[in-house]
């Protein structure tokens, strides 16, 4: 093995690539393979070298700024991402050097359809189309790695108004490319993603060909079956929802769609006011005592001491799936102490996708 061979082997063995790792802060299904690297690791590191350019960008254009304390980083993500990806997300920038600390005041999160409602609701008058007060329209975004759906309502003064629960799903455009993959494996009986890395035998077949395939309609339905098939359910449950109504007068597609995101998130950092209120997407609760009673689980019969009465730990809902909630919006409670000599209270706060839970170690309990 000559010199060259072996500066093109240690080349190869330095650089990789990688694609979509954001999608792993998300419950994806998809076995992903790293190449020995984490996707905080990857996601940190893309967002260093995007810092540099925004650092760069603006001390070129605005003299004297200090980053961390002048400016506000808007960061959208998916609607189906939770509170331990935007956990993450925090980590990643701190990492990236965007951040000072991990809990920077100097970073807010909205959802992808946030940010994409914010952008229609501006920018469709350029285009001769008017939401009227009151007016209810989806926001469908059907992005490279996600498909996110919201439902709002026009309120007066710019304002919008979340109606149903936002959501999304992992069906967005690099599914369909998975899907072609597929169908080249079938085809080729590997799975190729450049024909450098084909074999010779593959390549002469290809050659053959001259590198074309005839790819008919039901193979190319094929492909975007799976996908087209999950947003229309994302869809069709937006419409079953009450506060939906069923006519859907026109289709508007804003002008540089691609842009709506990145523009949105612009305009919510300038105005948060904008969103009046969300609707919540779990039951929200903590976990507290009550007196146990014939019936109740044996085996979660609980005796303290100094209290001659049996207590059971249940789950105490807050606030339920599916409330529309004013930003910042405080839910209050009162609480007792069990024992008498007791001097302080802690309470661990639980989630669940459920209307209703009666424990905190249910399925679904976060």
Known sequence: MGNPTLAQKQSKDLFFFQELFELHLGNISQNENFHQLSYEKAISDYLCELGKLIKETISTRWQGIIFFEHVLLIISIPAEFDDRAKDTMRKCLHNAGLTNS??????????????????????????????????????????????????????????????????????????????????????????????????????????????????????????????????IRLIRGQFDSKEFGRLVPSIIIPKQPVAAIVRGACDYGLEMSTIVDRTLKYTYGFRTYRNWVDGDPIDRKKIFEGNNKAKIAIFHCFVTRGTKVGIDKKFSTVRIPIEPDQTEMSFLIYKTTKSSAEFCDEPDMK
Not at 148 to 161: H, I, V
């Open 102 to 231: 991990k809990e920077s005041n100097k970073v807010e999160f909205t959802t992808e359809p946030e940010a994409a409602a914010i952008y229609c609701m501006r920018n469709i008058k350029e285009q001769n189309e008017t939401i009227l007060i009151n007016a209810s329209f989806m926001i469908v975004d059907c992005g490279g790695g996600t498909v996110d759906l919201t439902t709002r309502k026009l309120l007066q003064n710019e304002r919008l108004s979340e109606i149903t629960e936002r959501t999304g799903d992992f069906c967005g455009g690099s599914y369909v490319d998975r899907e072609f993959i597929k169908f080249l494996s079938r085809k080729l009986e590997i799975c190729p993603v450049l024909k450098q890395y084909c074999n010779e035998d593959i390549k002469e077949k290809m050659e053959d060909n001259d590198w074309i395939f005839d790819i008919n309609f039901e193979d190319l339905k094929s492909m975007f079956d799976p996908v087209i098939g999950k947003i």
